[in-house]
């Protein structure tokens, strides 16, 4: 059985087999990097640049997602997947099916930070299921 059940807006019943709050976390890191690399490319926003590259770094987010479970890091890319339009939120257990059996091995960290707006495509996932990432207590 997954990790946490939760209640979404219309108090129907999401299993997504890892905690909105791993989630909202990796979240958060992802676009902390993605945003200081695209400030790097542009040469603006170096205000709060320094704080956000400390807290959130490459080697940080992925020391956490390898600490995960098999099948949380599965629901990450999964969750991916849906917030890309790849699969819908009704083929969740499909995607999740495909997410494990193609991530057997390999390193979802690097997966996620090769994704380009990896951060928003996760949000995206939780949207298709009605949650909210901002919503998510961190």
């Given at each position: 059985m997954s990790e946490t059940p939760r209640d979404?807006?219309?108090g129907a019943e999401v299993d997504l087999g890892v905690s909105l709050e791993t989630v909202a976390t990796v979240?958060?890191?992802l676009r902390a990097i993605q945003e200081t690399?695209?400030?790097?490319?542009?040469?603006?926003?170096?205000?709060?640049?320094e704080d956000t590259e400390q807290d959130f770094d490459?080697?940080?987010?992925t020391a956490f997602i390898e600490e995960l479970n098999e099948d949380?890091?599965?629901?990450?890319?999964?969750?991916a997947w849906i917030?890309?339009?790849?699969?819908?939120?009704?083929?969740w257990e499909e995607a999740?099916?495909?997410?494990?059996?193609?991530?057997?091995?390999t390193d979802t960290a690097a997966y996620l930070l090769g994704m380009?707006?990896?951060?928003?495509?996760?949000?995206?996932?939780?949207?298709?299921?009605?949650?909210?990432?901002?919503?998510?207590?961190?």
């Open positions: 979404d807006d219309n979240v958060d890191h690399e695209d400030s790097d490319e542009f040469d603006t926003a170096e205000e709060g640049a490459e080697s940080t987010l949380e890091q599965a629901a990450l890319v999964a969750l917030g890309r339009g790849d699969y819908d939120a009704e083929e999740l099916r495909l997410a494990k059996e193609r991530g057997a091995g380009d707006m990896a951060g928003d495509l996760l949000a995206e996932g939780l949207a298709a299921f009605g949650i909210s990432v901002e919503d998510v207590e961190r």
